[in-house]
């Protein structure tokens, strides 16, 4: 968190900076031990729905063609509780960073397991009812974006779209990279796979069957258990004025709010569409055509068709956290500042809100690079310094005159000399700071001139450099958010055949970094090879 701007919500929240809620209640907490210890109490009191939980996830992995996850049963038992994550269902699982969350919410949930001697089950949810397919469609194949165009064009939930085409977009992407091995098998899923079922596929292919369940929200008797709160939303503009207050509070602190609330925020869901809901007078109507006259009669729609009806992004964290045992939600800087809207929702409906936990993150470095980095002396910190850091090492390295010295002993030798002429004539100190400047530009040059010419001399570590940070940073953003998991593991494994899998060294840092319950969010650097 230190990282991040002073004035940062998720930096002012993790530091106890938060202004007080103007409605009471209280911001989301922190994840500390305690503070984790008496979230599994009071999730405890809630209704137990562990058998329903169950029977569906063995129904969704059935439909899945896969075989149930070790842990599923776990949530069968009463004194069980969840470690919750998610994400939208991005193409061959998405950018690396949706690994390093899967990652968090394992390490932390074995942490609390060790503490309390009772399951905790790390959970991935699928944002399979998000329908901004343009977010979800592209991959970088090294040099550019490969964007998936199916034919004929879908539209709707994400979930439910079919996969019709993608093996072959999947092939030609794997080819232009030269995936092979771990990176290649794991793009697989059954054919006449939904996006939700393909997306299920790619994180099992990552963590196997043994470390995470998932959970696809969009199932007729899960959102059955949510009926009554999409009512409430209907009849009362529940998340509207309890997220309104927070807004409130944070705005008058100079905070941004991170999602726009909406008098309803429930989508209708309609094969093809996702539709915001609006009411016009008695009327209640969605963007796609559908029309209800009155409240009552689209409460009755909801009761009656509950898998037509979807939350949008400040309500889905509430039926999450309804539907499962979380003691905690992982989840990035945009998940944490989002949660930060949610408190008074979570209050007006007699409900726990997730202790927030920020994610963690990796830059991973397949032998050739960790060797780039090596020779160019380089630490784990100073990779995550951006690369001018790195040129001026080796401008320093270089062992080239010291501007700065000579600068500071012109600007003493300048105040002697202004001190004596001020004695003779007063006039004369405007012209002692011109000349001053004059030289200090002069030297500016120079250094500007000396550092060319080290470049020049050093032309080969400078292309290191730059190879390095296309790595490290490729098209000018972060690694974890351009490559997908598997082309790393498929790099990290041609490079290194000896080496243990991707997701092993991973994992083992993750707990190393964390060897407690108490928690802050770390940034592993994952080197191949001797550092």
């Given at each position: 968190m230190?990282g991040?701007p002073?004035?940062?919500?998720?930096r002012?929240?993790?530091?106890?900076?938060m202004?007080?809620?103007?409605?009471?209640?209280?911001w989301?907490q922190?994840?500390?031990?305690?503070?984790?210890d008496a979230?599994?109490?009071?999730?405890?009191?809630?209704?137990?729905?562990?058998?329903?939980?169950?029977?569906?996830?063995?129904?969704q992995?059935?439909n899945?063609?896969?075989?149930?996850?070790?842990?599923?049963?776990?949530?069968?038992?009463?004194?069980s509780?969840?470690?919750?994550?998610?994400?939208?269902?991005?193409?061959a699982?998405?950018?690396?960073?949706?690994?390093?969350?899967?990652?968090?919410?394992i390490t932390?949930?074995?942490r609390?397991q060790?503490?309390?001697?009772?399951?905790?089950?790390?959970?991935?949810?699928?944002?399979?009812e998000?329908?901004d397919?343009?977010?979800?469609?592209s991959?970088?194949?090294?040099?550019?974006?490969?964007?998936?165009?199916?034919?004929?064009?879908?539209?709707?939930?994400?979930?439910r779209?079919?996969?019709?085409?993608?093996?072959?977009?999947?092939?030609?992407?794997?080819s232009?990279?030269?995936?092979s091995?771990?990176?290649a098998?794991?793009?697989?899923?059954?054919?006449?796979?939904?996006m939700?079922?393909?997306?299920r596929?790619?994180?099992?292919?990552?963590?196997g069957?043994?470390q995470?369940?998932?959970?696809d929200?969009?199932?007729?008797a899960?959102k059955?258990?949510f009926?009554?709160?999409?009512?409430?939303?209907?009849r009362?503009?529940?998340?509207?004025?309890?997220?309104?207050?927070?807004?409130s509070?944070?705005?008058?602190?100079?905070?941004?709010?991170?999602?726009?609330?909406?008098?309803?925020?429930?989508?209708h869901?309609?094969?093809?569409?996702?539709?915001?809901?609006?009411?016009?007078?008695?009327?209640?109507?969605?963007l796609g055509?559908?029309?209800?006259?009155?409240t009552?009669?689209?409460?009755?729609?909801i009761?009656?068709?509950?898998?037509?009806?979807?939350?949008?992004?400040?309500l889905?964290p509430?039926?999450?956290?309804?539907?499962?045992?979380?003691?905690?939600?992982?989840?990035?800087l945009?998940?944490?500042?989002?949660?930060?809207?949610?408190p008074?929702?979570?209050?007006?409906?007699?409900?726990?809100?997730?202790?927030?936990?920020?994610?963690?993150?990796?830059?991973?470095?397949p032998?050739r690079?960790?060797?780039?980095?090596?020779?160019?002396?380089l630490?784990d910190?100073?990779?995550l310094?951006p690369?001018?850091?790195?040129?001026?090492?080796?401008?320093?390295?270089?062992?080239a005159?010291?501007a700065?010295?000579?600068?500071?002993?012109?600007?003493?030798?300048?105040a002697?000399?202004?001190?004596?002429?001020v004695?003779?004539?007063?006039?004369?100190?405007?012209s002692?700071n011109a000349?001053?400047?004059?030289?200090?530009n002069?030297?500016?040059?120079?250094?500007?001139?000396?550092?060319?010419?080290?470049?020049r001399?050093?032309?080969?570590?400078?292309s290191r450099?730059?190879?390095?940070?296309?790595?490290?940073?490729?098209?000018g953003?972060?690694?974890?958010?351009?490559?997908?998991?598997?082309?790393?593991?498929?790099?990290?494994?041609?490079?290194?055949?000896?080496a243990a899998?991707?997701?092993?060294?991973l994992a083992?840092?993750?707990l190393r970094?964390?060897?407690?319950?108490d928690?802050?969010?770390?940034?592993?650097?994952?080197?191949?090879?001797?550092?």
């Amino acid at each position: 968190m230190e990282g991040l701007p002073e004035d940062h919500i998720a930096r002012c929240w993790w530091e106890g900076r938060m202004p007080a809620l103007s409605s009471g209640g209280n911001w989301p907490q922190r994840p500390t031990s305690g503070g984790f210890d008496a979230k599994r109490d009071a999730v405890g009191q809630k209704i137990h729905l562990g058998p329903l939980l169950v029977d569906r996830l063995k129904a969704q992995y059935a439909n899945a063609q896969l075989a149930y996850p070790v842990r599923l049963q776990d949530l069968s038992d009463p004194q069980s509780r969840t470690v919750t994550t998610g994400h939208q269902l991005c193409l061959a699982g998405g950018p690396a960073f949706t690994f390093y969350k899967i990652q968090t919410a394992i390490t932390l949930a074995l942490r609390l397991q060790e503490r309390w001697k009772t399951p905790v089950v790390p959970v991935f949810w699928l944002a399979s009812e998000d329908h901004d397919f343009d977010e979800v469609r592209s991959l970088w194949n090294g040099a550019q974006w490969q964007t998936w165009r199916p034919e004929p064009q879908q539209g709707g939930a994400v979930g439910r779209m079919s996969t019709k085409g993608l093996e072959g977009e999947l092939q030609s992407w794997a080819s232009a990279l030269e995936l092979s091995g771990s990176g290649a098998d794991g793009l697989k899923f059954p054919k006449d796979s939904t996006m939700s079922q393909a997306m299920r596929h790619w994180v099992h292919a990552m963590f196997g069957p043994e470390q995470v369940v998932v959970i696809d929200g969009d199932d007729p008797a899960l959102k059955a258990t949510f009926i009554e709160t999409m009512q409430r939303e209907v009849r009362e503009s529940l998340t509207l004025e309890a997220v309104s207050s927070c807004n409130s509070d944070l705005e008058t602190a100079g905070f941004k709010p991170q999602v726009h609330v909406r008098p309803c925020n429930l989508f209708h869901v309609v094969p093809g569409g996702r539709h915001r809901l609006t009411a016009s007078g008695q009327m209640w109507q969605s963007l796609g055509g559908a029309q209800w006259e009155g409240t009552e009669a689209l409460c009755q729609h909801i009761a009656d068709h509950p898998e037509e009806f979807s939350p949008n992004a400040l309500l889905r964290p509430v039926y999450q956290a309804q539907l499962l045992p979380d003691v905690a939600m992982v989840g990035g800087l945009a998940e944490v500042a989002y949660g930060m809207q949610l408190p008074g929702v979570f209050a007006r409906l007699g409900m726990e809100q997730p202790v927030l936990v920020p994610r963690d993150s990796a830059v991973v470095l397949p032998k050739r690079w960790s060797n780039a980095a090596t020779k160019a002396g380089l630490t784990d910190a100073a990779l995550l310094e951006p690369k001018a850091t790195w040129v001026q090492g080796v401008v320093n390295q270089a062992e080239a005159p010291d501007a700065a010295a000579w600068r500071l002993s012109m600007q003493e030798q300048a105040a002697k000399a202004s001190e004596a002429l001020v004695q003779v004539d007063r006039s004369l100190e405007g012209s002692v700071n011109a000349a001053l400047a004059k030289m200090e530009n002069l030297l500016d040059r120079l250094e500007q001139q000396t550092v060319k010419a080290v470049k020049r001399k050093e032309s080969d570590a400078m292309s290191r450099l730059d190879r390095l940070d296309g790595w490290v940073r490729p098209n000018g953003k972060p690694q974890e958010r351009i490559y997908s998991f598997f082309h790393l593991a498929s790099e990290w494994q041609q490079q290194a055949e000896d080496a243990a899998p991707l997701e092993e060294a991973l994992a083992q840092a993750s707990l190393r970094g964390h060897e407690a319950a108490d928690w802050s969010p770390l940034v592993h650097v994952i080197r191949s090879g001797p550092h």
